[in-house]
């Protein structure tokens, strides 16, 4: 079993939909949580960054995470063609010196 | 600030020879990140460099693989010698904190590897 799992989709969504990105992890020790946006033949951003369990929101988008189920979630409310890209879970935990990335899954939004 | 610099953009060599990607970090950030990109792996850590210190290079696949970081604003990573299966794209990253992995990476545009 993989330490982090995600679908690699595609997630073909219209205009306006939400979306709702999931990963899976295995460590327990994993206290930090990332969602990073990555648009096609460019680098990684940093989207949204958790601390241990619950919510957080910044403008359309929410993280949550469960971490009794090991189990993070990235919506996206209002979905727009300009959010087509793929996204990436990350984690760590404290000691670690390294993130752990999921494969991402890519989001196609049409118009 | 110019972000994270990498060069070149794209590089397409013949099996067996050397290739250097190159890295400039953001100005004062003290991690480096070398990281390999595809669509099998995904995203894969080679290795991590803070204060230009190789802390973690567990990820580096063989011998053939080599990273150096002889100041802060310059880090490089070499395959010699480079094999098809080498062919991906290599971002390098770095971030501002001490504590490592929870502070936030800054990634550049990555290098286009292909070996033929």
């Known amino acids: 079993q993989k330490e982090v799992e995600q679908d690699p989709g595609p997630l073909s969504v219209p205009e306006g939909a939400i979306v709702s990105l999931n990963c899976t992890y295995s460590?327990?020790?994993?206290?930090?949580f990332m969602w990073y946006r990555q648009y096609s033949r460019k680098g990684p951003e940093l989207l949204m960054y958790?601390?241990?369990?619950g919510n957080k929101e910044d403008g359309r988008f929410t993280a949550q995470v469960d971490k009794s189920s090991k189990y993070i979630s990235l919506f996206i409310r209002d979905s727009q063609p300009s959010d087509s890209a793929t996204y990436l879970c990350?984690?760590?935990?404290?000691?670690?010196?390294?993130?752990?990335f999921g494969k991402g899954t890519m989001l196609l939004v049409s118009p | 600030d110019a972000g994270v610099i990498q060069s070149p953009r794209h590089e397409v060599t013949e099996m067996g020879q050397e290739v250097t990607l190159r890295c400039k970090p953001i100005?004062?950030?003290?991690?480096l990140f070398w990281y390999r990109q595809t669509m099998m792996r995904g995203l894969e850590l080679l290795i991590y460099f803070n204060n230009n210190v190789p802390i973690d290079d567990s990820g580096m696949p063989e011998d053939r693989f080599s990273a150096k970081m002889p100041n802060a604003s310059f880090s490089t990573l070499k395959i010699q010698p480079s094999e098809p299966r080498d062919s991906a794209v290599y971002f390098c990253?770095?971030?501002?904190?001490?504590?490592?992995?929870?502070?936030?990476?800054?990634f550049g545009p990555g290098t286009r590897l292909t070996v033929l």
């Open positions: 958790t601390y241990s369990s």
């Open positions: 100005s004062g950030h003290n991690s």
């Open positions: 460590n327990s020790a994993f206290q930090y």
């Open positions: 990253a770095s971030s501002s904190g001490t504590s490592g992995q929870q502070d936030t990476q800054y």
């Open positions: 990350a984690m760590t935990g404290s000691g670690y010196s390294t993130l752990t």
